[in-house]
């Protein structure tokens, strides 16, 4: 019963407190409606899970040791967990940390990553046209350090959770985008002095189903225009396919992680698997092919 006890434990720690605020890490988060309820109507938020606050955890724990590192490799670090506030526009926030690099000092924003995340993202506009919600707040969190402590760049440190690896953004102020954020803040403010809420976002699956406020939202999920259909062995089809959806997420995640893992090698044996792998050329492509099997 050692796992059930800590997940009891995890679960007994999770709650909801009073938003007053514009929290700058949320503001990037496609969703203005989702930003009012946040403010209004916090009391109603569906809470996270057990799992999914050991999920947070990690990150705290990563971001913690993306510090050592830092200290480690000389570098200067400063303002820890500094909060910000910014009266004007109600938005408050705290910065992870700051470092000096020669005679400039960068804010710095500490990211832990899943293999595909980490892969996938190199640059700001790779976080602003991610599918998931939480990515594109990213660079929204950043500018908005960047505009109330006056400076010019700051940077994020992304870190594999899988192997550790890290890669650096170096993040230049995005005047625009900034704007953007401010418009939105006043936006969110004006709704929550009138007790009113702005009208829902087109139905976004990746934002809407896992939205904690979508019991009391109801966005339409479906557009006005639908063709229903009668189709018994289709539907069937269909049933299967959702049936078997999570574990072929979870299949597909796997494969791309091991894969990484034995990237480049050509010959494994693991336990009782045989991993081969060689170079193959499409076109002007080169990629490497890993084939497993059981032996």
Same mark, same amino acid.
């Given at each position: 019963?050692?796992?059930? +006890?800590?997940?009891?434990?995890?679960?007994?720690?999770?709650?909801?407190?009073?938003?007053?605020? %514009?929290?700058?890490?949320?503001?990037?988060?496609?969703?203005?409606?989702?930003?009012? @309820?946040?403010?209004?109507?916090?009391?109603?938020?569906?809470?996270?899970?057990?799992?999914?606050?050991?999920? @947070?955890?990690?990150?705290?724990?990563?971001?913690?040791?993306?510090?050592?590192?830092?200290? !480690?490799?000389?570098?200067?670090?400063?303002?820890?967990?500094?909060?910000?506030?910014?009266?004007?526009?109600?938005?408050?926030?705290?910065?992870?940390?700051?470092?000096?690099?020669? #005679?400039?000092?960068?804010?710095?924003?500490? +990211?832990?990553?899943?293999?595909?995340?980490?892969?996938?993202?190199?640059?700001?506009?790779?976080?602003?046209?991610?599918?998931?919600?939480?990515?594109?707040?990213?660079?929204?969190?950043?500018?908005?350090?960047?505009?109330?402590? %006056?400076?010019?760049?700051?940077?994020?440190?992304?870190?594999?959770?899988?192997?550790? /690896?890290?890669?650096?953004?170096?993040? #230049?102020?995005?005047? #625009?985008?900034?704007?953007?954020?401010?418009?939105?803040?006043?936006?969110? %403010?004006? *709704?929550?002095?009138?007790?009113?809420?702005?009208?829902?976002?087109?139905?976004?699956? *990746?934002?809407?189903?896992?939205?904690?406020?979508? *019991?009391?939202?109801?966005?339409?999920?479906?557009?006005? !225009?639908?063709?229903?259909?009668?189709?018994?062995?289709?539907?069937?089809?269909?049933?299967?396919?959702?049936?078997?959806?999570?574990? /072929?997420?979870?299949?597909?995640?796997?494969?791309?992680?091991?894969?990484?893992?034995?990237? #480049?090698?050509?010959?494994?044996?693991?336990? %009782?698997?045989?991993?081969?792998?060689?170079?193959?050329?499409?076109?002007?492509?080169?990629?490497?092919?890993? +084939?497993?099997?059981?032996?």
């Amino acid at each position: 019963m050692i796992v059930e +006890k800590i997940l009891e434990a995890k679960a007994a720690g999770i709650k909801q407190y009073p938003v007053h605020s %514009n929290r700058a890490s949320n503001l990037g988060h496609p969703c203005t409606r989702y930003l009012v @309820f946040e403010r209004t109507r916090w009391q109603e938020k569906t809470l996270h899970d057990a799992r999914v606050q050991m999920i @947070f955890d990690i990150g705290n724990d990563f971001e913690d040791r993306i510090m050592r590192d830092l200290k !480690e490799a000389g570098f200067t670090v400063i303002e820890q967990q500094r909060s910000f506030f910014w009266k004007e526009y109600n938005i408050s926030g705290h910065v992870d940390a700051k470092i000096l690099v020669g #005679e400039d000092v960068y804010p710095v924003e500490c +990211k832990s990553m899943s293999p595909f995340a980490f892969d996938k993202t190199s640059t700001v506009e790779d976080m602003l046209n991610s599918k998931y919600a939480y990515m594109r707040q990213y660079p929204g969190q950043l500018t908005l350090y960047l505009l109330m402590d %006056n400076k010019e760049r700051g940077i994020f440190l992304l870190k594999n959770k899988s192997t550790g /690896a890290m890669k650096e953004i170096l993040v #230049e102020l995005d005047y #625009e985008l900034g704007e953007g954020l401010l418009k939105k803040a006043e936006a969110i %403010n004006a *709704h929550v002095d009138a007790d009113t809420i702005p009208d829902p976002i087109e139905w976004e699956d *990746h934002i809407c189903s896992e939205c904690a406020y979508l *019991h009391i939202c109801t966005p339409d999920r479906i557009g006005r !225009e639908i063709i229903q259909i009668d189709d018994v062995e289709l539907q069937g089809m269909i049933d299967r396919w959702y049936a078997l959806k999570p574990s /072929a997420k979870e299949h597909d995640e796997l494969d791309k992680q091991i894969k990484d893992a034995v990237r #480049e090698k050509d010959k494994l044996l693991i336990g %009782n698997y045989l991993i081969t792998g060689k170079f193959q050329k499409r076109g002007d492509k080169e990629f490497w092919v890993t +084939k497993i099997a059981k032996v």
